[in-house]
């Protein structure tokens, strides 16, 4: 499988910022005067930031896709950019809740006697940050397990305003970064976008103990892209199940078209099941699918 990935001609960048904004995952931000991809691992490809960049600096390149593999990252390109990247980098994974990645980050520090920035920070030593943050808070992935989001046990008390079972953030198919920690080995939901208004019990009876991706296979676009991601998810993230669930009307068939595209495709098989939701929230038919 091919991956498309941002690239960055460093002399033709004049550090205009003009492309931060349009990075809706952050992984972009000017450091030390030039545009810098700081996480190749949430980097979708999209391109969208290259058509705000005055200068050509940035394409899209598309290569063979390999499993991310932080250690790597940060040999061949954070480490050599200057603490300044390597902060940026390490606030990142903080931010988006990778916990594994940033303990394999910080490992290879040590491992190669290379001082860790953000310590410098914590006691107080003046550090040039020369970074300049960017994309949408909103879209910045998150972990919510272990925070207290998970919903107890429902009972007859369980009120509208109990939390929910969501284990992270984002949500949207387009949005989320197919190998990050929820995935991993999880049992993934792929719901259409009108399920969880039509099914009042969306959050006991399908979301509770699954990461979660949301799409709506009529009004969204780039559904390669879904595919590819599907096609990560199974392979590198290695989810163990995938749980599709559509609304009865016949424009939602297309997720489940999604999924066995991306398994016919993906090296791993892993098995799904196929839930149909009624307009008037009733499951309609559930059953294991042969994708």
Known sequence: ???????????????????????????????????????DLFCDGLGACVGKCPT?????????????????????SISKAGPNVIAAHLR????HGEAGYLQTALDYLQEQGI?????????????????????CPGSRMMDLRGTGNEAPAVTAATTPTSPGELRQWPIQLHLVTPVASCYQGSDLLLAADCVPFAMGDFHSRLLRGRSLA????????????????????????KVDTITVAIMEVPCCGGLMGL???A????????????VVIGIGGQVLSEEWASC
């Open 92 to 95: 990142h994974l903080m931010e």
């Open 1 to 39: 499988m091919k991956r498309q990935i941002i690239t960055i001609e460093e002399r033709l960048c004049t550090g205009c910022c003009q492309c931060i904004p349009a990075c809706p995952e952050g992984a972009l931000q000017v450091i030390d005067g030039k545009a810098r991809l700081i996480s």
């Open 214 to 237: 949301i799409a709506c296979p009529k009004l969204d676009v780039e559904m390669e892209r879904y595919v590819e991601k599907l096609i990560v998810m199974i392979d590198e993230a």
């Open 115 to 135: 001082p860790n920035p953000l310590e410098a920070e914590a006691s107080g030593k003046p550090a040039a940050h020369g970074h300049h943050g960017g994309g």
């Open 259 to 261: 999924v066995s595209r």
């Open 56 to 76: 050509g600096a940035m394409r899209v390149e598309e290569r063979e896709a390999e499993p991310y593999d932080e250690r790597r990252v940060m040999h061949e």
């Open 263 to 274: 398994l016919e495709r993906a090296h791993r098989k892993v098995p799904v099941r196929q």
